[in-house]
């Protein structure tokens, strides 16, 4: 669509490389012309609301130009700025961009951020419009003493999306005055989720204990099996991939894990990744909204459907589709691993004990000595 290197548009967000940190592109993505919708651009939440499809959402990504420049990640400039402007804002930002070249269409994809276009190096912007911030934004921004945790967490129960949240933190508009700095795009999405559920978790761990629940949900090929024990909050995911998909071209199904004590990991989730804080997040919200607390095993498996890799939204997002779905109760754990069977034999004709066997949670509900014990 577009056949020069000027041009004016909508801007629904900016977005932060990884490679060469320190020094990072920071790019102002927007489509190759003024939208009336630009914000559908960037926005995962409704691409699930309204069930979007993958090629529905490669389309739209793919639409977007990277107008890209280079910065080291505590410096400041007038394209920042700009940046840090389309950031703020809760409505796309009209802008008119200069490019060194005209961009050649390119899609690249990955496991943590939602599809890209193509990019090239920018030569000047300028906005046109007056971005829409909102005063709780601004009241975040402008408190040079509040620490980015505590502005996440505030404007989370404002009701802002963690899509905006990770914009907010990526293009370093909050956090105390002398820690504000870029972040990496996708090293803000898992920040934001796992700062988000540790507050969660905090309050879920003063909740009476669930019964034995299981939730089934899938969305985008991403299915999801997740299991509730009344027992102390605890969480393990396992992430199983089906055979001869572009995921596993292995004739056997793979699977990874990552677990959590009742206290928390102190180290990353290596195996899983950021889809183990996306799931954490979904699950930890629907125990809030429960008022209770759940040792969770949560089981993903991701089929041939999910042809091509949309980011680590569509984890989050499948999670809270099972989450909302009416939940089988059970009356023992055994009933319900007994279920858990079946139904993936069923679907994925899978042997479930697999990955049961392997289950810390399981092990240590099983071997762990209770109270309830002596008192008998």
Same mark, same amino acid.
């Not at 056949?3 to 932060?16: G, I, L, M, R």
């Not at 961009?97 to 496991?111: A, H, I, N, Y």
């Not at 206290?263 to 989730?269: I, P």
């Not at 804080?277 to 999910?306: C, D, H, N, P, W």
């Given at each position: 669509m577009l056949d020069k290197s000027d041009f004016?548009?909508?801007?629904?967000?900016?977005?932060?490389?990884?490679?060469?940190?320190?020094?990072?592109?920071?790019g102002i993505l927007s489509?190759?012309?003024?939208?009336?919708?630009?914000?559908?651009?960037?926005?995962p939440r409704y691409w699930a609301d309204h069930n979007f499809k993958i090629p529905e959402i490669v389309d739209l990504r793919s639409s977007l130009i990277n107008s890209r420049f280079k910065i080291e990640v505590k410096k400041q400039n007038k394209f920042l700025e700009i940046s840090k402007e389309v950031g703020m804002a809760s409505k796309?930002?009209?802008?008119?961009?200069?490019?060194?070249?005209?961009?050649?269409?390119?899609?690249?994809?990955?496991?943590?951020?939602?599809?890209?276009?193509p990019n090239a190096k920018l030569k000047n912007v300028q906005i046109t419009s007056n971005p829409k911030i909102s005063h709780y934004v601004e009241k975040v921004v402008d408190d040079i003493d509040l620490k980015a945790k505590n502005a996440i967490l505030y404007l989370h129960k404002?009701?802002?999306?963690?899509?905006?949240?990770?914009?907010?933190?990526?293009?370093?508009?909050? &956090?105390?005055?002398?820690?504000?700095? =870029?972040? #990496?795009?996708? @090293?803000?999405?898992?920040?934001?989720?796992?700062?988000?559920?540790?507050?969660?978790?905090?309050?879920?761990?003063?909740?009476?204990?669930?019964d034995y629940l299981a939730f089934f949900g899938s969305y985008? &090929?991403?299915?999801?099996?997740?299991? =509730?024990? #009344?027992?102390? @909050?605890?969480?393990?995911?396992?992430?199983?991939?089906m055979p001869k998909t572009s995921w596993n071209v292995d004739?056997?199904?793979?699977?990874?894990?990552?677990?959590?004590?009742?206290?928390?990991?102190?180290?990353?989730?290596?195996?899983?990744?950021?889809?183990?804080?996306?799931a954490r997040l979904s699950i930890a919200e629907k125990l809030e909204k429960m008022k209770k607390q759940s040792s969770v095993l949560a089981l993903r498996f991701i089929t041939g459907e999910y042809a091509v890799p949309l980011g680590v939204w569509v984890v989050r997002e499948a999670v809270r589709k099972t989450m909302k779905n009416r939940p089988i109760e059970f009356a023992s754990k055994e009933l319900m691993l007994k279920y858990a069977g079946l139904l993936i034999k069923k679907?994925?004709?899978?042997?479930?004990?697999?990955?049961?066997?392997?289950?810390?949670?399981?092990?240590?509900?099983?071997n762990q000595t209770k109270l309830s014990k002596f008192l008998n």
């Amino acid at each position: 669509m577009l056949d020069k290197s000027d041009f004016s548009s909508s801007s629904p967000a900016p977005f932060v490389g990884y490679y060469g940190y320190p020094n990072v592109n920071v790019g102002i993505l927007s489509p190759a012309k003024i939208e009336k919708k630009a914000e559908l651009y960037d926005a995962p939440r409704y691409w699930a609301d309204h069930n979007f499809k993958i090629p529905e959402i490669v389309d739209l990504r793919s639409s977007l130009i990277n107008s890209r420049f280079k910065i080291e990640v505590k410096k400041q400039n007038k394209f920042l700025e700009i940046s840090k402007e389309v950031g703020m804002a809760s409505k796309p930002v009209d802008v008119e961009l200069s490019l060194d070249e005209k961009p050649r269409f390119k899609l690249k994809v990955d496991s943590y951020n939602a599809p890209m276009g193509p990019n090239a190096k920018l030569k000047n912007v300028q906005i046109t419009s007056n971005p829409k911030i909102s005063h709780y934004v601004e009241k975040v921004v402008d408190d040079i003493d509040l620490k980015a945790k505590n502005a996440i967490l505030y404007l989370h129960k404002k009701e802002f999306d963690e899509n905006f949240l990770t914009k907010l933190l990526s293009v370093g508009n909050i &956090g105390l005055k002398k820690n504000r700095k =870029l972040v #990496p795009t996708r @090293w803000s999405i898992t920040a934001t989720d796992d700062m988000i559920a540790k507050e969660l978790i905090e309050s879920i761990k003063d909740y009476k204990q669930a019964d034995y629940l299981a939730f089934f949900g899938s969305y985008l &090929g991403n299915y999801y099996l997740i299991l =509730l024990f #009344p027992e102390p @909050w605890c969480y393990e995911l396992f992430e199983t991939y089906m055979p001869k998909t572009s995921w596993n071209v292995d004739e056997n199904i793979n699977f990874m894990t990552d677990y959590e004590p009742y206290h928390g990991r102190k180290t990353y989730a290596e195996n899983c990744v950021g889809g183990y804080y996306a799931a954490r997040l979904s699950i930890a919200e629907k125990l809030e909204k429960m008022k209770k607390q759940s040792s969770v095993l949560a089981l993903r498996f991701i089929t041939g459907e999910y042809a091509v890799p949309l980011g680590v939204w569509v984890v989050r997002e499948a999670v809270r589709k099972t989450m909302k779905n009416r939940p089988i109760e059970f009356a023992s754990k055994e009933l319900m691993l007994k279920y858990a069977g079946l139904l993936i034999k069923k679907k994925f004709n899978y042997d479930i004990n697999n990955i049961l066997k392997s289950s810390i949670l399981l092990r240590n509900i099983k071997n762990q000595t209770k109270l309830s014990k002596f008192l008998n």
